[in-house]
């Protein structure tokens, strides 16, 4: 190397390096001084109410096995929530929306721009009752613990959101704009019949909605790398999702006589290829945002790596796509999730099927993913179709503005010692249904989650703690004064 270029080259790092020191000095926490809190919310039986919430079962089965049944159900929970909430249900308008779902609208000083907060009333279903400490629908509270289907998902934002409005009523205030509580009944189906219903009926009725508040993250522990304080992650957006049903048909016969080629053996190369291949990762969006905003709460190397993005991102994304989960967040992900052939033993399958689920990342065209996996697995022989039950991402809400803004107040204000960063949904939630209502809609419920209690969700011996429960409420309270 000539002297010149070697001076060249040490000049040109010094550069990068006091740019990346400056902007890693110059990137200061932000000063969260506490606001005082506005109110305690310290009604002991808040929770009792919520252990029989817990007992109404609606559960919700991809067959509609239990429709019927859950619309009785449902009709009973919406009875006992006027009597256990009667400022509520007296002082505002309550519609049932297709026989199940709830809107209530408590009319504020003026009508534009309605904050609107989700939650469903459905459950999954439990897979195995002998492996729980307590039966799932009886709301065994034990010490300080809530035991039961629906504690972490979503009964849990149903009643704080009953228990705040209630307690804010009571205490004769008014909020700016109106607020609604829209309670969908079949999210965990999809919400075809609730969330779907609610939002045809407020494009209807020409509703102004200023944002939307629905589940997806809330304040979680140790879930973002080198950040040591809890992160509450506001969603704003949730991946897409579409499935492709693979086919090849090949004449089968008799198994003593295979033949050299055969359905199976076609399909089980394609869904190899498939298998090693990825869709490319890309750090953009709400997790760029995530980590930007994180950044200044990290120690000095995690700082470093993540508020250099520009340079880092390479390292960045190889560290992200170390874990399933933070590698869900920068690519669109695909899965086998069905294998289908044969008859009987001695048959060769004339038709073999597969089918792949798709998570579809912000600004992936659901088309070209369709091609870009054909031309993976290369065999015209391999038939691919796209169902027609797809949607892309939803849009990207704003990391700022009305919503926003007073969610992260309340935030701060009720857990303390947080970092609020934006992030994306990699599942799915009742707001992919309330698209083009508005264009705010912000994922976040005030709950603590770590790998602890998320483990419930869906799963074994899902259960709250009593102070968990209470300082959600002591959030909505809050928040809804900001409002
Ligand atoms: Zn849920």
Redo the contacts with the bound molecule.
Sequence with gaps: MSKKIFKTVVIFLLVILLLMLGKTLFTHSDDNTLEKQLWKYENAKGFERFSKAIQFQIVGDDEGVNREQNLIELKKFHEWMANAYPTVFSKSAVEVINGGSLLITIAGKEHQNAAMFLA?MDVVPVADVSKWKFPPFKGVIQGDTLWGRGAL??KNVVIALLEAMEMYMKLGLKPRRDIILAFGHD??TGGLDGAAQIAQYLKKTHRSIGFIAD?GFGVMDGIVPGLKKPAAIVGLAEKGFATLDLEVNIPGGHSAWPKSENASAVMVEALNKIDNFQFDASINGPIRGLFEQAAPHMNFGYKLLFSNLWLTSPLVKMVLLGKEKTAATIRTTHVTTLIHGGVKENVVPPTVSATINLRVLPGDDIQLLKSQIESVIDDKRVKVKLRPDFHAATPVSPDKGLGYDQIKQSALTIFGDVVVVPGMVITG?DCKNYVGITNRIYRFVPFRFSNENLSGIHGLNEHIERKDFYRAVDFYVDLFNRL
């Design positions: 469903h998902d979503d999210e965990e589940e939630t």
